[in-house]
């Protein structure tokens, strides 16, 4: 016998033995994957604010202590509440989103669940991002426009460290670390997040062949 044919029958076969799968069996089990997804980015994004606030008490008290020397110690606090209670916000309308996409019971409002939770994923990661990269502009602008102050507070001078040209070797430092870390934050977010907002779309991808 031909392979071709024999190759037919068996597909034949295997489709025979196959589950019919009606489209309230699809539409459940795209709910409860997209309800997992969701559920994990609320779990990673309560994990990860947990892990910013757990940075602030192992910080250095060198560090505090240099902030609040530069005359920017309060300024830094009240900006960590805010970063914060907004971070806080972002996870109340993940949970929001991961509690209307488990009662969701249409096609037509999953898929608008689903777009309500992509679109708030970019802004969260868009803002933690552009937060950090804002924060190490301002923060170094000051230190290099205060650079005399700068250059007493940490005490350079019995180091041996030359003020001339200091600020300048500083700021470049400083801008190198930041721009690591604003490099480290976009893959961190771009692997964890962007998978997430991938299976999302996939799902979403679906049920508009579903809904057709």
Known sequence: MDILETLKKQWQTREVELPKLSYSDIYQMLLKKSSSIVKWVLLISIAELLFWISLIFLTPDSNKQLMSDMGIGKIVNYSNYIHFTIVGVFIYLFYKNYKNIQVTDSTKTLMNNILK????????????????????????????????????????????????????????????????????????????????????????????????
């Open 117 to 212: 939770t992509r679109k708030t994923v970019r802004y969260f990661v868009y803002y933690n991002i552009g937060m950090f990269i804002l924060s190490s502009i301002l923060v170094d602008a000051y230190f290099y426009s205060k650079s005399e102050k700068l250059y007493e507070v940490m005490n350079f001078a019995s180091k041996g460290i030359p003020q001339e040209g200091f600020a300048t070797y500083f700021i470049i430092i400083q801008v190198l670390v930041g721009i690591i870390v604003a490099g480290l934050l976009i893959l961190f977010y771009w692997l964890i997040y962007g998978l997430l907002l991938k299976r999302l779309k996939k799902n979403y991808k679906e049920l508009e062949k579903i809904d057709l």
